[in-house]
Nanobody, 124 residues
Framework: QVQLEESGGGMVQAGGSLRLSCAAS????????MGWYRELPGKEREFVAA????????YYADSLKGRFTISKDNAKNTVYLQMSSLKPEDTAVYYC?????????????????WGQGTLVTVSS
């Protein structure tokens, strides 16, 4: 079982940037796909981005391509989500997620571990 811990949330003005971190620990953590979801106020949790520890594949929600970038530091078992040109509608709780593969992260039913979530508030 992998454990996930997010950090880096906070308040930022519209147009600003923020980087979230997700530290993963546990047995065979590098065999998982990793990614991010977010939960907007009053909405269901939605896919944001995913990657794999091995290789450079990255997948994004179409609406977020170009503004959000997922990356990783294998030495630190940490995945990042760099968010730029933030908008008030990006305000949400952001969750780190693990699944069998990077592609599986895109299917919420295949998520095997969640972080506790970190709140991002974008003010206008």
């Amino acid at each position: 079982q992998v454990q996930l811990e997010e950090s880096g949330g906070g308040m930022v003005q519209a147009g600003g940037s923020l980087r979230l971190s997700c530290a993963a620990s546990g047995h065979t953590v590098t065999s998982y796909g990793m990614g991010w979801y977010r939960e907007l106020p009053g909405k269901e949790r939605e896919f944001v981005a995913a990657t794999t520890w091995r290789g450079g594949q990255a997948y994004y929600a179409d609406s977020l391509k170009g503004r959000f970038t997922i990356s990783k530091d294998n030495a630190k078992n940490t995945v990042y989500l760099q968010m730029s040109s933030l908008k008030p509608e990006d305000t949400a709780v952001y969750y780190c997620a693990a699944g069998p593969t990077a592609i599986s992260i895109m299917d919420i039913t295949r998520i095997t571990a969640w972080g506790q979530g970190t709140l991002v508030t974008v003010s206008s």
